[in-house]
Every structure is written in structure tokens, then in C-alpha cells.
T-cell receptor
């Protein structure tokens, strides 16, 4: 596609439910990132995928968070047993994976946990 | 660890005013520095970058100089326009480690009034 696509754009869920967020990166981009942005705060790194290498999961805040990526395409971020503090915008970005670090961001998924 | 500190917003200016958004960083080694911009309703996009000390990144009339002695990367523009209204994020990437994820500041909202 022309850009990074994320779905859904908005998700409202009840505390304790599981949610899945989807990211379609730019075709051919080997690197994919997930970030979280709480209201009024900066972007918090969650996880990074690069080709077939083991993902960098160092930013995941708890074992309720997990992410997968199928080859060099779609990624899903799963949050189990959601809590109110999980409410945030979840941003996905992709890049060519070279030393050119221009990241292309999606518009994000606004997650609201009631 | 790495961190980025930006001036708090919102910054409200009249059209054609001079803009400075301060950014300082903490990092070990030699990071690359970036400014990303998020226009209303759009995803973050790269505005400019600098990869070594004393480099000046520039784009769309914006400039920022990598100052290693003051660990700063302040964003400037001589004459802002209404269309520059957006949220600006300063970021760094540690180039001499395997960590490829960008570390972002909290963002500074700029509002330009006609």
C-alpha cells in the first residue's frame, strides 16, 4: 500500500477483555516498530521486528502484551486482560531497515479501556 | 539509559514569528538525532535529522543543529505559517549499539495563529 495502515482506528473495550491491533507496513519494509503514546506523553517503545531476526521485546510493559509478525508483512499486537492504564494510542511504524532511519508511521489505534 | 527532553507546549505564535522548540538529550556514545512532526489527523513523519556533531538538519524552512557540547538539538524556523501547526517530536537513535528503536521526547504542540 501507499503507507502504513493500522486497524481499527478506534477500539473501546471493557476491562479484562483481550484486544488485537493490526498493522500493515509499507510493502518491502523489513523493519516494523510498535510504540504506545499515552495522553500528553511521548512515544513509548514497545517492540521491534527486523527481517527474520529475533524481535526486540525490551519495551513490552508486561506479559499481557505480545506481538507477532508474519514474515515481512502484517503484525498484530495483542493485549490480554486489558487494564484501564492500557488506554493509549498504539502506533506502528515501518522502515527499510537500512541505516536510513526514516520511519513511516501509521495513524494509530486509539484504545480506550472502560 | 537514553532520554529526550522537550519544552512543554503548547507554543502559541502569530504567523511570521520566529520559532524555537528546545530539545536536549541524554545518551551514551554517539546518537543520531531527529525531529518528527505530526500534523492534525496524520501520522508522524520525519522532518529532519543530523547524524553527527555540528551537523545541521534542514527541511521546509526548519533547522536544527546537533550540539554535542550542550547535548541539544533545538528546532528553529525563522517565520512560521499557520500550516506549521502540529506536534513536534524530538528523537534519538543510538548508533553504536544494536538497539534500533528510536527514543522520543514527549512532543511539543505548536499553534500558529493568523
Amino acid at each position: 500500500g501507499a503507507g502504513v495502515s493500522q486497524s481499527p482506528s478506534n477500539k473501546v473495550t471493557e476491562k479484562g477483555k483481550d484486544v488485537e491491533l493490526r498493522c500493515d507496513p509499507i510493502s518491502g519494509h523489513t523493519a516494523l516498530y510498535w510504540y504506545r503514546q499515552r495522553l500528553g506523553q511521548g512515544l513509548e517503545f514497545l517492540i521491534y521486528f527486523q527481517g527474520n531476526s529475533a524481535p526486540d521485546k525490551s519495551g513490552l510493559p508486561s506479559d499481557r502484551f505480545s506481538a507477532e509478525r508474519t514474515g515481512e508483512s502484517v503484525s498484530t499486537l495483542t493485549i490480554q486482560r486489558t487494564q484501564q492504564e492500557d488506554s493509549a494510542v498504539y502506533l506502528c511504524a515501518s522502515s527499510s531497515g537500512t541505516t536510513n532511519e526514516k520511519l513511516f508511521f501509521g495513524s494509530g489505534t486509539q484504545l480506550s479501556v472502560l | 539509559g537514553n532520554s529526550v527532553t522537550q519544552m512543554e507546549g503548547p507554543v502559541t505564535l502569530s504567523e511570521e514569528a520566529f520559532l524555537t522548540i528546545n530539545c536536549t538529550y541524554t545518551a551514551t556514545g554517539y546518537p543520531s538525532l531527529f525531529w518528527y512532526v505530526q500534523y492534525p489527523g496524520e501520522g508522524l513523519q520525519l522532518l529532519l535529522k543530523a547524524t553527527k556533531a555540528d551537523d545541521k538538519g534542514s527541511n521546509k524552512g526548519f533547522e536544527a543543529t546537533y550540539r554535542k557540547e550542550t547535548t541539544s538539538f533545538h528546532l528553529e524556523k525563522g517565520s512560521v505559517q499557520v500550516s506549521d501547526s502540529a506536534v513536534y517530536f524530538c528523537a534519538l537513535r543510538q548508533m553504536d549499539t544494536g538497539r534500533r528503536a528510536l527514543t522520543f521526547g514527549s512532543g511539543t504542540r505548536l499553534q500558529v495563529q493568523p
